[in-house]
């Protein structure tokens, strides 16, 4: 310790004696409870923070501050003593006695470690609510430590009516409580009975995300609160590792559309089986180096104490309003510094085993259900963290006046319930229609892509109430997001003159799929869309994943997401980058959000300009859905679909031309197109059907995903109409050829209800060829030019392929001749 610090330490030493001999009650908190101690810094800053309160007149809830914090160190000791049954016990006695083996679960399970060290975290978020009379919105990276989110909400009547209606604070309702903590029963109808899960979930009180994907929350965080909105982020040391782009937030911050983040990291230094990495390079000091290297202004403090945290929360909102400040009046530029929170505390912190890898999930090294020393360690810990049932009631009581401010309680917070509505919706950006579509050399071609972008760019400056993010990972005027780019500008701290830049710019650019998909992910207050290389999306699926699980389950409660949904457009897409290798030729991205629920991910295959304005225009007024669009973005792509065309394309999910075909009501064989590519090919082939007089209907197929077999009665209502389906794939021709922008057999998968089986269906599709290629080299090695298309016809019809195809063709087809001049 340096001269001065000394001087500082015994200055501080002085005026806390000399504070808490004039206030009783401030003297009466610095006790402590129990393992909750308060050291001489924290008191330091609780003490000047309660000086600038009284200053400001601000009374929050109405309850004196020093008792609203001796309160808060037993609500919190009473949480931890819950959590750590949570994990262990099986029975729970307010009165605190001693537990004998048999009142322990025989199989013990949770994050106990994390959770531990969450509690004091999310009680002074309670805490710094009441004193300030705001209702913050709090999100936690860290999902596996809700228990002790749960617990503080039990504890603190702040629960979810699923939670209301099971637990009470009785010896009976606490045992459910912790019985219920992976249970694992179900219900008679097949589902979970409990209402609490291992990470967030939707009977979380407050919960917006499950978090079970450690390091999203520190990309998204920034994005998430409108101006006037306050938001306080529960980050972990761990996650800092798992996702880097975290590092950018204070480059995204701007005080004239960003509400006050206050992101604190839960730094206790392990992942389950050893350190962190930052623990290894150095600590906290290593780290709060290098967050001012990036632009953060981070505040170190004691993360075993429930007030320090109310203090940092606190002292971050006026450190970020007091730089806002400084831009509005002073013209200071960008970056503000931002806040950034580091709670030091040990992992497991007030328990048994704190510190050690054993305090991640459970940490008395045995299992007290058999072994009489574990019963020991767990009773000396438990009874330190005890608190009697009078004195927690009486503590409680200090939490429960939100209508003195009249604030909302924390489980209906600002982000829990978006409604998110378009003031005026422009109507779709529309191109002629060729009359006779039977005649190719009358077709008109254009770049789907400049239809997604003018729509979506008329929506925008339609509804400027609205917040908008763009995630560019780069290369946005290469897909034709042209005009977005001009009207929004990148986000940036510095313009470079003669680029499309601006300090408040609104697309978010940065060479990280996830970070850019966070940042219009997170904005649910505003309007969003976010692009990729078709091949790069799989970067994007977990953190898209997360969003579309929760909003999942969500529905499945009846709880309405009133955020308008979201587009995902997948262009320079696995057909037309051909040129690029097989690293840019991959459809995987759309093929993972097949699999996921159709309801809330649906996944689209536009296939030309007039369907893509139909699509955008039709998207943004939809809540609570992912669109991952299938976009081509070359300008050679035939205008085939009339608005009417596209409007019952999206009705249905597929629709059959009706100008091409042959006696397709009567039809011998049924052929379906999936993408833009697919269609032409298929075009092809179907004219030389309707040459040769064999009857057959040909359709295109939008999204897939209705088709399916549902699993369960929301992805069922999502369905494409019964009466649709069997018009387009009547039941009595069971010959049937899809031809697919994806894997074909991920498609026959999804399409299990249309597929009548090997012998009279058939599945043309991207088989994992490519190279240094073009368009018609691409189709031809992945066998979807409409030469295969008319072989796998053939094979189906049971015909001979001299029927269809020429000598010349057949041969291409068999590896004995060059395609080139042939099939293309």
Known sequence: MSRREMVQKIRNEEWVSLYRKKNPEADRWAKGYGPIQHTLETQARVFSMADRLSLLGMRGDGVSLFDLLYALDRVTSAAMWVVVHETYARTVYLDGRELRPEDFKPNPEGHTGGALNMVPAYAGYMAINAITGHTRSWIMGQGHSVAAIDTVNF??????????????????????????????????????????????????????????????????????????????????????????????????????????????????????????????????????????????????FDGRDPAAFAWAIFEMESSLEAGAEAIRSRGSGYPAPMPYGIALAPKGAGFYGEGTNLAHNLPLMSNPHTDPSAVKRFNESARKLWVALPELKESIVRFQNHEISGRLRERDHALVDRDVKLDQIPPPALRPVSKNREDRSTWTRSSPMVAVDSMFQAILQANPHLRPRVGNPDEMRSNRLIKTLEYLKFRVTDPEPGIPEDTHGAVITALNEEAVASAALANKGGINLFHTYEAFGTKMHGVVRQEVIFADHCN??????????????????????????????????????????????????????????????????THGQIWTLVVPKAENIPELFTFEEGFTLLQQGALRLGWAGYEPDQPRVILTAIGAYQLEEVLKASARLKKQQVPHSTVYMIEPGRFRLPRSEREKAHLSPVHSQAEIYPGDVPARLFVTHTRPEVLLGILHPLNTGGRQTGGLGFINQGGTLNVSGMLFVNRCTYGHILSETVRVLGMDREELLTLDEIAALDGRASPEGILF
Not at 253 to 258: I, M, T
Not at 589 to 616: H, I, W
Request: charge should be negative; charged fraction near 25%; hydrophobic fraction near 35%.
């Open 155 to 300: 504890l603190l009547d702040n629960m979810t009516p699923a939670h209301a209606e099971r637990y009470s604070l009785t010896d009976e309702g606490v045992t459910r409580y912790v019985r219920d903590f992976y249970s694992y029963r179900l219900r008679a109808d097949g589902k979970q009975d409990s209402p609490l899960g291992s990470h967030v979930n939707v009977h979380t009180a407050g919960g917006i995300a499950e978090g079970g994907y450690l390091g999203f929350t520190e990309l998204q965080y920034v994005h998430m609160p409108l101006p006037g909105e306050r938001l306080v982020a529960f980050l972990s040391d761990g996650a800092f590792e798992e996702q880097r782009g975290s590092d950018w937030i204070p480059r995204w911050w701007r005080c004239v559309d960003s509400g006050l983040v206050a992101p604190i990291m839960i730094k206790n230094g392990r992942r389950i089986d050893q350190r962190t990495t930052m623990s290894q390079q150095g600590g906290a000091d290593w780290f709060v180096d290098h967050l001012k290297l990036n632009d953060f202004d981070p505040i170190v």
């Open 556 to 621: 499945e409660v009846g709880r309405r997401q009133g955020w308008l949904s979201v587009p995902l457009v997948l262009t320079s897409h696995t057909w037309e980058n051909a040129k690029n290798e097989r690293s840019h030729q991959d459809p995987s991205m759309a093929e993972a959000m097949l699999g996921e629920p159709s309801d809330v991910s649906r996944v689209l295959f536009v296939p030309d300009y007039n369907t893509a304005s139909v699509v955008v225009h039709h998207l943004y007024q």
